[in-house]
């Protein structure tokens, strides 16, 4: 049961300190218009957890088979992408075709949940730091559900941030941004903290 707890206690941390947006701005963008709403933020969120995840799987596939050749590097992207568009299509028919009232919730953010930087980025920083799959499923859920903190976080801030109390100059985007900098700073403080 302690090392359960241990266990769960490393992955929250994780999560907080390796964040993809407050750490190595991922897809900041796609958070910002995700926290207007708290659906398209579990929404997104999901589909990022989704996506990452089977990309994840692919990728460890790929890597393993193709790390080897010299232009790896090089063709890297491209496969990446690939595997990303793959999911994406094949997901998109076999929703479309078995759940129709589904994908007409889904069809107006899927694509921009799934092409974002967030989630090919997972995908570079999963080859830098290799592993064996349960890491890079692990980096993949972890991925989605950094986004789920992210967004939560801007969501339950968004009404005091485009309030009357914040001059009209700095309501919406720029003091999103400041406090996506502010939140960003406390992480990289919490980090340093932590590795002591």
Not at 71 to 78: E, N, T
Not at 103 to 115: D, M, N, Q
Request: proline share 3%; with cysteine.
């Amino acid at each position: 049961m302690q090392s359960l707890i241990s266990l769960f206690n490393a992955a929250l941390l994780a999560i907080l300190i390796q964040n993809s947006i407050f750490e190595r701005a991922l897809g900041p963008n796609i958070l910002i218009y995700a926290s207007r709403k708290k659906e398209q933020v579990i929404g997104f969120s999901l589909m990022i957890t989704y996506v990452t995840t089977l990309s994840s799987i692919l990728a460890w596939v790929l890597d393993s088979f193709l790390s080897h050749l010299s232009f790896f590097s090089i063709l890297m992207p491209v496969l990446y992408i690939l595997v990303i568009s793959f999911i994406y299509i094949l997901s998109l028919v076999l929703v479309w075709r078995f759940l129709p009232k589904l994908f007409g919730k889904i069809k107006t953010y899927v694509h921009v949940s799934v092409f974002n930087c967030s989630v090919l980025g997972a995908l570079f920083l999963n080859a830098q730091f290799g592993g064996d799959i349960a890491q890079y499923i692990g980096f993949g859920i972890g991925t989605g559900a950094g986004f789920f903190l992210a967004g939560y976080l801007l969501y339950i801030a968004h009404p005091r941030l485009n309030s009357e109390l914040v001059p009209a100059a700095f309501r919406g985007l720029p003091i999103t941004l400041v406090y996506v900098g502010v939140i960003s700073l406390a992480l990289y403080a919490f980090a340093g903290y932590a590795t002591r």
